[in-house]
């Protein structure tokens, strides 16, 4: 079975982490849309495949899935054009939506998020997201330890994230804990360079019945640690923490720790590239298969669905329950 596969946006995101990849897959044939058609025409020469003038031209070359790549700040437009011209499949960059850039998500982001959601599955349009870090060695292991060493539910969870790695945060937050039924938020007062956005801490409940805390900042050098994060279970506890960093898991009776370093054979950068890969290789194999994509589009909402959460409370100075005034 030969693969249709279409990038709609061709800046250095699909550049780095998707186009060198999916060149190389020979079941895979590419199809390319640009606003800018000079950059689109440089990696035709380069990898090869077709380019096309308009969204309409890409929707008629009949992809099998169409990868929306474009900025963050124009990916919903892009992707309502794409669901309204018959695309069956979209696999969308993270956040879904980001109309003031990944570090200023708004509440509009997650209404925009929702609409194109809701319409995709009005049309029977089949959505997946990238969400990356779910195939760093480290969160594979932690889901396997989930599995084999009968640690439980999961009572709390508590950690940090630059502002770099934020939305991915959230969302393995979202997939190792589960939903969020209450969320609080405060903000610091100085505004940091880098994303020009101020430090965030989020304190929720899970819908399980625990409880967790997360803090956002740009603060930190990103050559530390971009992130730090701890998850309470009855019967354990598991800490993982950068690109493809140290795990630590506390089991059983807790006398000791045991210690993994699943990427220590690679920098954090090749590791970074790495996951990508396996999120690409993974969503094609769904589509040679027919199988549902490893990563719903479902979870990009849920993770604006966090983010607006976060952003009232700390506008309106109170809790905000997230499933009913956020509703997905």
């Not at 309204?84 to 200023?104: D, T």
Request: glycine residues 10%.
């Amino acid at each position: 079975m030969s693969l249709k596969i279409a990038i709609a946006g061709t800046g250095n995101v699909a550049r780095k982490q998707y186009i060198p990849y999916l060149a190389s897959v020979e079941d895979v044939s590419l199809g390319y849309y640009n606003r800018t058609a000079v950059a689109a025409q440089e990696i035709v020469a380069a990898h090869g495949g077709e380019l096309f003038a308009s969204l309409e031209d890409l929707a008629l070359w009949k992809p099998d899935a169409v990868l929306v790549l474009t900025s963050e700040t124009c990916r919903d437009e892009v992707a309502t054009a794409l669901i309204e011209l018959g695309a069956p499949r979209l696999f969308f960059e993270k956040p879904l939506v980001a109309r003031n850039g990944q570090a200023h998500v708004s509440e509009e982001d997650f209404v925009r998020g929702r609409e194109v959601i809701h319409l995709a599955e009005k049309r029977g349009c089949e959505t997946a997201m990238v969400f990356n870090y779910r195939f760093f060695d480290h969160a594979v292991q932690t889901v396997k330890l989930i599995e084999e060493r009968n640690l439980g539910s999961v009572v709390g969870v508590y950690g940090a994230a630059h502002y770099a790695c934020w939305s991915h945060c959230i969302d393995l937050m979202l997939f190792l804990a589960g939903d969020v039924t209450e969320l609080s938020g405060s903000s610091g007062t100085t505004v940091r360079s880098f994303y020009d956005a101020v430090d965030v801490t989020a304190a929720f409940r899970l819908a399980g019945g625990g409880a967790g805390t997360l803090v956002g900042t740009c603060g930190w050098s990103l050559s530390t640690p971009l992130y730090d994060m701890t998850f309470l279970f009855e019967h354990g506890r598991i800490r993982v923490q950068d690109l493809d960093g140290p795990l630590d898991l506390i089991a059983g009776d807790g006398d000791q720790i045991e210690h993994y370093s699943p990427g220590a054979n690679a920098n954090r950068w090749a590791s970074y590239d790495r996951s990508f890969q396996r999120s690409l290789a993974a969503y094609l194999e769904s589509l040679r298969t027919g199988g549902k994509p490893p990563v719903p589009g479902i979870a990009g909402l849920r993770e604006l669905q966090f983010e607006a959460a976060l952003k009232r409370s700390i506008a309106e100075g109170r809790r905000v329950q997230v499933q009913e005034e956020f509703a997905l």
